[in-house]
């Protein structure tokens, strides 16, 4: 038996969950007390006002030294910063109310389909995985399904939404205490980060939690039951995620690009200046985008290894001993990792000091280092106090005998997978290392070479995190089958509070240097936040690849479950059956990549003839007498992300239930095994070298090596084909890129979710020839 009672882990689970929502909490407020208003601007000054910490500089503000007005400064900020926050509210709440149409649509599909199953029938079946007991009816599993799916869609929605709100909340503010200190701004971005970080982790787990007790109610005992109608809300938040990665995705490259285009390329103006159009629907992208999209994105998948490992475990021995405490393993692992990141985040925030412009990034590094380290000793932890030594595993029709410490181990293999793509995910798009030095050196011969450059970089970089995962799920499947995949999944992002921080921390620290451009402020203040953007953007491209790794693992675990539920014995590749599903789900991404992109080029083109009609009929602009009409290109950006995003989100929720109704299971599992493997490689290699020709454009924009003074200034050919292959690399690192690993764990968690339908009724062409 375990160490941990059932009591004590119906304490434990929800008292980790709120220990997080309240040092979130304690963050945002640490934060507010930075003030954007002219009035109060001296306290915000005040060494009171900062605890005492300098961040390796006195607390006199720069602007008094160079002889700037800061009352006009200060109010400067908190204009932009409102302009960017109801932009970016103004495009979700639109966003939101087309999705919320469907999810209300697909909510009805789901309840029909699965009611279906047994004709809307009120009478208790026979078990799938035992047909000498007796289960729930299959219309409570309809029922439950679509509560559990809306319950996921709008945690989601609230997730990514409350990100986009801290995001806008502290962008000023770290412009402001950039006047004080690099240290000081850059704990301002890193507070505001953890503040989404930590409300994610949390939120996810309790609602979770709680979502299960109350089905439990009805359930009672039939565990297999209660955690299959479990996974509607790992499909609730998946789907929310697409739309909000695509919608976000072709907004913020839309407005990115055609400010580039224009703005940097036509008219040699700086990225952030205000007399660009474009330029606050840029800013608000970054937002709509890499935050909003990136939270439900990582609270999908959370969502989906959650339900992966509970489906399993429902029909394992912990389900069928009645274990409470060994059934709620994969959600006490997120539990101990929310404790866990909490005292990695004190290490960046509290213990540690920032002075200087070069120890930015380690520090960002060593919170990916500490929390995993931590995290292994909190696994050993969970493992030794919640399992018993040894329990059986179900596999695929049989049970499988497995010792305590072999999940131990399967849970660390994901863990230590994580830590390991996301280094190599820095190599690659660093500009710290060759890989990123030799695309901007190929700049001195033009945009093609700069573009074939990046190209190689990206594919290459594929190479070790798939022989990550690849070690992963050899090690984890051979120690716990299914389920030690899906724990492995848990495990790569059991530190997902860490990792929201870092990657939140990127787009918080661009905005604050657009808004220091925007709002006149001196030289040095940008340089600063450059400095913070540049860590930034390499912690991005590491939270993408977290994001691709977790969504391999989360989506083979899915399948698993799949194939088990829809009763499957085998996947014979030499089946025509499976084989013309394999080639057709290979060749998904490459379709879903295409809509993405060409969203984004149609929705860029009227980005690009708007900014130049500004620029070319509104007298001023180029001398600054003249305000642009920003309004206009937010909206230009709006309408084209929320029209483009229907047709790639319909391609991904149809589908599985195209492929499924009409050639059955067995053509459903090719599908997904071949979008999955093809799904990862295409994602790691379009992330990487977006991310790779993005540093390239600012390792010669900051000119901080002989080497990269070479190739400047700005505005001199290796610049401007620097900022070509960073234009075309936009779109793929922050839409076709991110957006494919919900393609790959959507149809995964949708196929599960649909399996009792497909198993039933699937497969009409096939039945009626």
Not at 116 to 124: A, I, L, P
Not at 303 to 331: K, N, Q, R, W
Not at 504 to 516: C, E, L
Request: proline residues 3%; aromatic residues 10%; glycine residues 10%.
């Amino acid at each position: 038996m375990a160490l941990l009672s059932e009591q004590g882990t119906e304490i434990v689970i929800p008292v980790c969950a709120v220990i997080g929502i309240i040092f979130s909490l304690v963050q945002w407020y640490i934060v507010s007390k930075v003030k954007v208003s002219p009035e109060r601007s001296g306290a915000a000054a005040s060494p009171a006002a900062n605890n005492g910490k300098n961040g390796g500089y006195n607390d006199y503000l720069i602007e008094e030294e160079d002889g700037i007005d800061d009352q006009n400064v200060v109010a400067k900020c908190a204009e932009i910063q409102n302009a960017i926050s109801e932009g970016a509210t103004s495009f979700l709440y639109t966003e939101y109310q087309y999705v919320g149409i469907f999810m209300i649509a697909f909510a009805i599909l789901i309840f029909l389909f699965l009611g279906s199953v047994e004709g809307f029938s009120t009478k208790n079946q026979p078990c799938t995985y035992n047909k000498e007991t007796l289960c729930k009816p299959a219309l409570a599993t309809a029922v439950f399904s679509t509560a559990s799916f809306l319950l996921g869609a709008v945690t989601s929605v609230i997730s990514g939404f409350l990100g986009m709100k801290i995001a806008t909340y502290a962008n000023a503010r770290t412009t402001l205490e950039a006047r004080k200190g690099v240290g000081k701004a850059f704990i301002v971005a890193f507070r505001s980060g953890a503040v989404m970080g930590f409300l994610l982790a949390a939120n996810g787990l309790l609602v979770l939690y709680i979502t299960i007790n109350l089905f439990k109610i009805y359930y009672g005992d039939d565990w297999e039951g209660l955690f299959e109608a479990i996974t509607g809300y790992g499909l609730g938040g998946s789907s929310m995620a697409l739309f909000g990665r695509v919608g976000g995705g072709i907004y913020t490259k839309a407005a990115d690009v055609g400010a580039d285009l224009v703005g940097k390329v036509e008219r040699n103006i700086p990225e952030d200046d205000p007399r660009n159009p474009a330029v606050i629907a840029d800013n608000v992208g970054d937002n709509v985008g890499d935050i909003a999209g990136m939270g439900s994105d990582l609270f999908g998948s959370y969502a989906e290894s959650s339900c992966a490992a509970l489906v399993v475990a429902s029909i394992s021995s912990f389900g069928l001993t009645h274990d409470f405490t060994a059934m709620c393993y994969p959600l006490l692992i997120s539990s101990m990792g929310i404790l866990v990141c909490l005292i990695t985040t004190l290490f960046a925030t509290d213990f540690f000091e920032i002075k200087a412009v070069k120890e930015i990034e380690p520090a960002l590094k060593k919170q990916l280092i500490i929390s995993t380290v931590l995290m292994t000793v909190g696994v050993a932890i969970v493992t030794w106090t919640c399992l018993p030594s040894s329990f059986t595993i179900f596999n695929f029709g049989a049970q499988k005998v497995v010792k305590n410490w072999e999940l131990f181990l399967c849970v660390c293999v994901g863990l230590w997978a994580g830590l390991i793509i996301g280094f190599v995910t820095e190599y690659y798009t660093s500009n710290a290392y060759s890989p990123v030095q030799d695309v901007a050196d190929s700049c001195r011969t033009g945009a093609a070479t700069n573009v074939i450059f990046g190209l190689a970089l990206g594919y290459k970089s594929v190479i070790i995190p798939i022989f990550a995962i690849a070690v992963s799920i050899f090690v984890s499947f051979t120690f716990a089958a299914m389920y030690g995949i899906a724990v492995a999944a848990l495990g790569m992002l059991s530190t997902i509070a860490t990792g929201l921080a870092i990657d939140a921390y990127g787009p918080i620290s661009d905005n604050a240097g657009g808004i220091a451009e925007m709002a006149g402020m001196s030289h040095r203040i940008r340089e600063r936040t450059d400095a913070l953007d540049a860590a930034g953007n390499t912690t991005a491209a590491i939270g993408k690849g977290f994001a691709i790794g977790s969504a391999a693992l989360v989506s083979l675990a899915l399948f698993g479950a799949f194939v088990s539920r829809a009763e499957i014995k085998t996947v014979d590749v030499l089946t025509p059956k499976v084989f013309i599903g394999l080639i057709v789900g290979a060749m998904l991404p490459y379709w879903f990549s295409a809509m993405t992109m060409k969203s984004v080029g149609s929705a860029a083109l009227k980005m690009v003839e708007e900014v130049r009609r500004q620029f070319n009929t509104i007298p001023g602009i180029m001398e600054g007498t003249a305000k642009p009409d920003y309004a206009r290109c937010v909206k230009i950006s709006t309408d084209a992300s929320i029209k483009e995003m229907i047709p790639p989100g319909c391609l991904v929720m149809l589908t599985p239930l195209i492929v499924g109704t009409f050639f059955g299971v067995e053509t459903l599992a090719g599908v997904l095994a071949g979008a999955l493997v093809s799904g990862v490689q295409v994602a790691i290699s379009a992330s990487n070298t977006g991310g790779a020709w993005d540093n390239a454009k600012k390792y010669i924009e900051a000119g901080a090596s002989e080497h990269a003074r070479t190739l400047g200034p700005k505005g001199s050919e290796p610049h401007k084909a620097a900022v070509i292959g960073d234009t075309i690399g936009d779109p793929l690192k922050d839409t076709s890129g991110p957006s494919l690993n919900i393609l790959i764990k959507l149809m995964a968690v949708e196929s599960l979710v649909f399996a009792p339908f497909f198993a039933t009724h699937g497969g009409l062409l096939f039945k009626l020839f």
